[in-house]
């Protein structure tokens, strides 16, 4: 199956070495370094590629090219369906609402007919509403490079959708979910996500940048397929379906303490976790990998123009790795051959069971 990409560009998403003490007793030796960064850089085409592996012996930083440092803050894409699936099922845990609540129910001027009527939330969490994606990524045409994200949403709406039920990745979903977050608790989605998760988890890198199309300092450059600088972007393109800034030590922090739970309640982590709805690999806003050693990882990438990122962690959030490409410009064989040989490298060091099985992936992201 192809490689899972979550897919935002403009306009409408058309648009270390670091290492901390020595390891504990039963933990892995740190590794060395990684031989697929610099080919990242070489055979995709990449000005600069950096991955932060973190795990309870410490942290290791790693750099090929040149253009990205450590605490540099940079466009996470579709990364932000993870933070925004974990405030939905925040929710849940509250009472404030329902995973199998249409969704008319929560937008009733939006989404109207029969959508409104069996599209539940979690359909929307695990990209099974059947609803067409509003950025299906540039072989389509594109509206002007001011259409948010939500205009578009309204416009896609109006037109057929696929069977509810059957997966098939829809940054719509997401758009729908953040707007589902500020009717229920009358506070846009950031906000929520913002005292819900990055306050308390101290993600100092970490923000929704709303209309401000700079990145917060300090951060590098971004490039596009043709080489263009492109580190000046309106979010708005993105809104709840990619917007998040953010860095590699903040996504290695967020995601260990989501799979470790320290940020859903059980059943509300089984839930985030459980890729029955989908029929597949996808949870809600999370997805699973299987290593060739059998080794499995939770986690999810985000590609938007300038940049491509994957943070991967292991199902007690021990272990955590993030990778991430300062341009969009990856050929897709390319990454399909080497991030699964990065994630395996990492994970995979000590571990048992037969090299050469077949990984699991998503069925495509569409919107890539």
Same mark, same amino acid.
């Not at 925004?84 to 609402?97: F, M, P």
């Not at 292991?314 to 990778?323: K, L, Q, W, Y």
């Given at each position: 199956?192809?490689l899972p990409r ?5 306009? =409408? /998403?058309?648009?270390?070495? &670091?290492?901390? $003490?020595?390891? *504990? @007793?039963?933990? #892995? +030796?740190p ?8 080919? =990242? /850089?070489?055979?995709?085409? &990449?000005?600069? $590629?950096?991955? *932060? @592996?973190?795990? #309870? +012996? ?9 253009g990205?440092?450590r ?18 099922l925040q ?7 329902d ?6 129910r929560h ?10 009527r069996?599209?539940t ?15 299906p ?5 594109s509206p002007?490079a ?8 309204r416009?896609?709406l ?8 059957h ?11 953040g ?9 846009p ?21 709303g209309?401000?199309a ?7 450059r ?17 809104d ?11 996504l290695?922090?967020f995601?260990a ?11 509300q ?8 709805p ?16 059998g ?5 999810h990438?985000?590609?938007?123009t300038?940049?491509?990122?994957r ?25 399909a ?25 998503p ?6």
């Amino acid at each position: 199956m192809p490689l899972p990409r979550a897919r935002l560009a403009v306009p =409408l /998403v058309t648009a270390l070495v &670091a290492l901390g $003490a020595g390891p *504990l @007793s039963g933990e #892995p +030796s740190p590794a060395p370094p990684s031989p697929v960064l610099p080919r =990242l /850089v070489a055979e995709g085409h &990449a000005p600069a $590629a950096a991955m *932060l @592996s973190a795990s #309870p +012996s410490g942290s290791q930083f790693q750099t090929a090219g040149h253009g990205i440092r450590r605490a540099d803050r940079f466009r996470a894409g579709s990364i932000t369906k993870t933070f925004v699936a974990t405030v939905v099922l925040q929710l849940d845990a509250e009472g404030r609402l329902d995973l199998d609540d249409p969704v008319g129910r929560h937008l009733p001027g939006l989404v109207r007919g029969e959508a409104a009527r069996r599209v539940t939330l979690r359909a929307l969490l695990t990209h099974t509403s059947g609803l067409p994606d509003y950025a299906p990524g540039t072989t389509h045409a594109s509206p002007p490079a001011r259409t948010s994200a939500r205009e578009a949403v309204r416009r896609v709406l109006a037109g057929p959708w696929r069977p509810v039920g059957h997966y098939a990745y829809s940054n719509t979903n997401y758009v729908l979910l953040g707007l589902v977050i500020e009717h229920v608790t009358d506070r846009p989605y950031a906000t929520e996500a913002l005292r819900r998760i990055i306050r308390p988890l101290r993600l100092t890198g970490t923000s929704f940048p709303g209309t401000r199309a700079a990145l917060p300092s300090p951060h590098g450059r971004a490039y596009d397929a043709a080489g263009r600088d492109v580190t000046v972007l309106d979010p708005r393109t993105a809104d709840a379906a990619g917007e998040l800034v953010s860095t590699l030590d903040d996504l290695n922090r967020f995601y260990a303490a989501l799979l470790s739970g320290r940020l859903l309640p059980p059943p509300q982590l089984r839930e985030l976790l459980s890729t029955r709805p989908a029929s597949g690999p996808y949870g809600m806003g999370i997805y699973r990998h299987t290593l060739s050693c059998g080794t499995t990882v939770w986690g999810h990438n985000g590609l938007i123009t300038g940049s491509y990122v994957r943070s991967a962690t292991s199902p007690d959030g021990r272990r955590t790795v993030t990778f991430r490409v300062n341009t969009d410009a990856v050929p897709r064989g390319t990454l399909a051959e080497l991030e699964p040989a990065l994630l395996d490298a990492e994970f995979c060091r000590g571990a048992q069971g037969r090299r050469g099985h077949e990984t699991a992936r998503p069925a495509a992201f569409r919107a890539s």
